[in-house]
């Protein structure tokens, strides 16, 4: 069973900074796609960011110009650097390893951590 451990959320005031980080088993993260996805209440889940294994970023305008997704040099570890948050970032931030299969892909999701920002 593959377990996604994230850390870093809790609870900062509007234009702070908060570091999130997603450790991955060595194996997924060499060839997976890593993202962060999120999903307020009452609201569907959606893209944040995502990196690939070369390094090649994507974000969600909302977040463009605020948010940094990077992979760590020597950990298997995706980390979202948040900064300038807004109270509509709070959220339940989830990590996500998406594997490239030969006609598909493997999604793995970890549990969530909350990021809650005050005006």
């Known amino acids: 069973q593959v377990q996604l451990v994230e850390s870093g959320g809790g609870l900062v005031q509007s234009g702070g900074s908060l570091r999130l980080s997603c450790e991955a088993p060595?194996?997924?993260?060499?060839?997976?796609?890593m993202g962060w996805y999120r999903q307020a209440p009452g609201k569907q889940r959606e893209l944040v960011a995502t990196?690939?294994?070369?390094?090649?970023?994507n974000y969600a305008d909302s977040v463009k110009d605020r948010f940094t997704i990077s992979r760590g040099s020597a950990k298997t570890t995706v980390y979202l650097q948040m900064n300038s948050l807004k109270p509509e970032d709070t959220a339940v931030y989830y990590c996500n390893a998406r594997v490239p299969l030969y006609r598909s892909n493997l999604d793995y999701w970890g549990q969530g951590t909350q990021v809650t920002v005050s005006s």
């Open positions: 990196i690939t294994s070369g390094g090649s970023t």
């Open positions: 060595g194996r997924i993260f060499s060839t997976a796609v």
